[in-house]
């Protein structure tokens, strides 16, 4: 699955963009990184209105990747494109995406601001499918869901950067081969900053809110293991072997209804401490999902990745629990 990651556009594309929206009084303003990578912040200003958006750059071909709500972001989407046909058009407004092309077409609403253009003819510049950077050689998809699990690690545990790329495979559950294709990615993307006496992670907000909203559709299905009935008086001492999240890691926020349960195996001793079973209709209230991880040190044992909890939260259908998902997400990330 591709997810936000965008193709680079020449010069002559963005220039064709910008014109097209100045002949509507709206200004953009992208960032470098935008312009470089396809994937990054852009600003868009409507008289004295103006909104910072997360911003990708991708063919309109490519828009089915992108989340069926805009909310699953926790921040404004901006799809850049060169022409968006009116289904894709229809889809995008459906998800609360705001987007702009190269032929006059754009849709923008936010404060007082409501801006509803249908581009004409066809692109002078067509976007080329697929992901590229400014040199043309492609990249990595970062939030596939063996490449996610190294993500989730580095994230959540900025000082396992540094480590040996094997001890990173053992920390993310997975293969030698795709540490060093994420930590290529991150490297030629510029997220890798080795200048300090430590490396660490650059936009670690940015990263964040990709790898979450790629959650749902992604790693999570290879984690699912199942969705059952537990007893709420019995969470507090489940098994040692499970680490309860979700809800469960925000109860200073919010009365958990639900929680999440992240453990290698559905086991005797998990089975008895939860009182688990077979939840009749309407009744689930806990997720049982395959804990990929290993904890970097002994005092992390009991730790889930932050950006794993982050985006449970942020994949629930209710209200409250998305609000608290932010609260969790500024501790985490500022």
């Known amino acids: 699955m591709t997810f936000l990651n965008g193709v680079h556009a020449s010069p002559e594309f ?24 396809g994937h990054g912040q852009a600003r868009l200003a409507v008289r004295q209105h103006s909104r910072v958006y997360d911003a990708v750059v991708m063919p309109a071909a490519q828009a089915k990747h992108l989340p069926t709500s805009g909310a699953a972001l ?10 968006i046909t009116t289904k894709t058009g229809s889809m995008l407004r ?5 987007y702009v092309d190269s032929c006059g077409g754009a849709s923008i609403a936010f404060d007082e601001v409501v801006v509803a253009l249908s581009g004409t003819g066809t692109p002078r510049t067509p976007l080329k499918s697929g992901r590229t950077g400014a040199s043309g050689a492609p990249t990595t998809n970062l939030y596939s869901a063996g490449r996610a699990q190294v993500l989730a690690v580095l994230l959540s545990w900025p000082e396992v950067l540094d480590k040996p790329v094997r001890q990173i495979a053992q920390v993310a559950g997975t293969s030698v081969g795709l540490v060093h294709d994420v930590l290529s990615a991150l490297e030629s993307l510029g997220y890798i900053d080795r200048l300090a ?3 660490h992670l650059t936009d670690i907000h940015g990263l964040a809110l990709n790898w979450a909203a790629a959650f749902p559709g992604g790693l999570r299905r290879k984690m699912e293991i199942g969705v059952f009935y537990s007893d709420p008086h019995r969470w507090p001492v ?3 072997d499970a680490l309860l999240g979700g809800e469960w890691a925000v109860r200073d926020l ?4 639900r929680v999440t349960v992240y453990t290698p195996q559905i086991d005797g001793p998990l ?19 395959r804990r990929f991880w290993q904890s970097p040190t002994p005092d992390q044992r009991h730790s889930i990745p932050w950006v794993v909890t982050y985006a449970e939260l942020m994949s629930s259908q209710d209200a409250r629990v ?3 998902g932010h609260d969790f997400f500024r501790l985490h990330a500022g």
């Open 94 to 98: 459906r998800a609360g995406i705001d």
């Open 254 to 257: 919010l009365q958990p209804a």
């Open 271 to 289: 089975l008895s401490g939860l009182r688990l079973r077979t939840a009749e209709q309407g009744e689930a209230n806990t997720i049982v999902l």
């Open 74 to 83: 926790g921040t404004p989407l901006l799809l850049i494109s060169d022409k």
């Open 197 to 199: 006496r430590t490396s």
């Open 14 to 37: 963005w220039g064709e963009v910008t014109a097209q929206l100045t002949d509507w009084q709206v200004r953009i303003e992208a960032s470098p990184q935008l312009q470089d990578t």
């Open 238 to 240: 489940a098994s040692s």
């Open 322 to 324: 998305r609000t608290a």
